[in-house]
């Protein structure tokens, strides 16, 4: 498969834990998104890398939360001092610098803290 | 705040039919709409994209619609079938490449 893979799949973590996700991007895919999903909810944006520069923040990265991409590869999202409020499904795109900005989509890590 | 409204929020089609569902913008930047499906459990997947300059794009039984004036796109799905049951979302690629999505339309296609 040579498609966007995330790993854990599940993840259920006690409040206040520190929980670690991975993202492997399409290969060549110079581009790597995170986005979180709640129910019934479309993905919010929540930073980008191109190639190991993290370009982009939103507002919904707060402190607790760290993304890195250190050698232009995978990245990780790490979430720190977890809260309730940050159940939800963590998804990650890539894509190549172009044009179009495709974004393909991995199928998610599904977070949920007790 | 909420950049891409999309409607209507649930859409029930009987086989055979057209399935539409409508997205509107606010942000005259966005330069790029996708159109992804998701399936429960899955990952939003790529469906068809369009670009401002195009007024309607065509792949197979799914057509975007394009109006720049008004604003809005549309995904038209023709000759729905069961196995296009899914969730819709609409986005819109603001600078620095993000994507903003709307909230989603649950369609069902009933057999």
């Known amino acids: 498969d040579t498609g966007v893979s995330q790993n854990p799949r599940h993840k259920i973590t006690k409040r206040g834990q520190n929980v670690t996700f991975r993202c492997d991007p399409i290969?060549?895919?110079?581009?790597l998104y995170w986005y979180r999903q709640t129910l019934g909810q479309g993905p919010e944006f929540l930073t980008y890398f191109q190639n190991e520069a993290q370009l982009e923040k939103s507002r919904l990265l707060s402190d607790r939360f760290s993304a890195e991409r250190p050698k232009g590869s995978f990245s990780t999202l790490e979430i720190q001092r977890t809260e309730q409020g940050d159940s939800a499904m963590y998804l990650c795109?890539?894509?190549?610098?172009?044009?179009?900005?495709?974004?393909?989509f991995g199928p998610g890590t599904r977070l949920t803290v007790t | 705040q909420q950049q891409v409204k999309q409607s209507p929020q649930s859409l029930i089609v009987q086989k055979g039919g057209i399935s539409i569902i409508n997205c509107a913008y606010e942000?005259?930047?966005?330069?790029?709409f996708p159109w992804y499906q998701q399936f429960p459990g899955k990952g939003p997947a790529l469906l068809i994209a369009?670009?401002?300059?195009?007024s309607e794009k065509k792949e197979g039984r799914f057509t975007i619609s394009f109006n720049k004036s008004a604003k809005q796109f549309s995904l038209h799905i023709m000759d729905s079938q069961p196995g296009d049951s899914a969730t819709y979302f609409c986005?819109?690629?603001?600078?620095?490449?993000?994507?903003?999505f709307g909230e989603g339309t649950q369609l069902t296609v009933n057999p």
């Open positions: 942000n005259t930047a966005f330069d790029y």
């Open positions: 290969s060549e895919h110079n581009r």
């Open positions: 986005a819109a690629r603001t600078s620095g490449s993000r994507l903003t």
């Open positions: 369009i670009r401002p300059d195009v």
């Open positions: 795109a890539s894509g190549v610098t172009g044009i179009s900005y495709e974004q393909y």
